[in-house]
């Protein structure tokens, strides 16, 4: 688990360093700011970093509906580099929403 952890550690530290693609500061999907949806995932991912993988029953629900979301986002958009900046994202949360458990460290 601890290298998973590490894993996702190191995904999240090389995203974080990625400019947010151009033009989508603005955008929405479902009426939901696409720059609301990184915000919770990146704290799903943060929160299973500090805690050993943990993430409450809620959470791992709403990181499953983000992930939904992030497809339709990787799906509809209209340069490689959102392409890409949402894949990395989406890549990250899967292996976060795949390995995390209940029981904070």
Known sequence: ME??????QELWNAHE???????YRSKK??????????SE??????TYTATG???G???VISLKNNLTTLNRIIDEAETEEAK????????IAKEVSE???DTPK
């Open 3 to 8: 290298k998973t952890i590490q894993k996702v």
């Open 53 to 55: 993988g943990s993430l």
């Open 17 to 23: 360093s990625t400019p947010f693609p151009t033009g």
């Open 29 to 38: 999907i479902d009426g939901v700011s696409i720059t609301v949806i990184e």
């Open 99 to 101: 390995t995390c458990h």
């Open 84 to 91: 890409n900046y949402f894949n990395a994202l989406y890549v």
């Open 41 to 46: 995932v990146a704290g799903y991912i943060l």
């Open 57 to 59: 029953s809620r959470q």
